[in-house]
């Protein structure tokens, strides 16, 4: 067998290998993405379950310890309209804070696949330094 043809071949293997190597990367890449997604969509579940939470608290708050409290105000003197005010601030109040922290665990780039982008990132470097 000729020089040239043990080159060629040589060159041919080495394609072949690249691009199995690319082709495995992708593979764990795509497989690292896939598993990040799904913990995270986990962790959104939680997010809508803390929502449901705030929700059902605050109208079980309002139904049952709303007219409680309104009533032992206005027997302590304040007037009916008044108690009924002030309960239905610091109700509304604890309801926000529920829901302002369910929002913010739901926000998209909290649950995109960072380590995965990440790791491509990282690839893609090493890829562009073996190929320099």
Do not use: C
């Amino acid at each position: 067998m000729s020089d040239y043809a043990t080159r060629k071949r040589s060159t041919t293997g080495l394609l072949g290998d690249a691009l199995t190597h690319i082709s495995n990367l992708v593979r764990f890449e795509v497989d690292l993405a896939r598993a990040e997604v799904s913990e995270n969509v986990k962790t959104a579940g939680v997010a809508i379950g803390l929502l449901v939470g705030a929700v059902v608290l605050a109208l079980t708050a309002l139904n049952v310890l709303a007219a409680a409290l309104v009533a032992a105000l206005a027997e302590a003197g304040l007037g009916a309209g008044w108690a009924a005010l002030i309960v239905g601030g610091a109700l509304a109040l604890v309801a926000f804070l529920l829901m302002s922290k369910g929002k913010n665990d739901l926000k998209l780039n909290s649950l995109a696949p960072t380590r995965t982008a990440r790791n491509v990132r990282r690839d893609a470097d090493a890829v562009k330094e073996t190929v320099q």
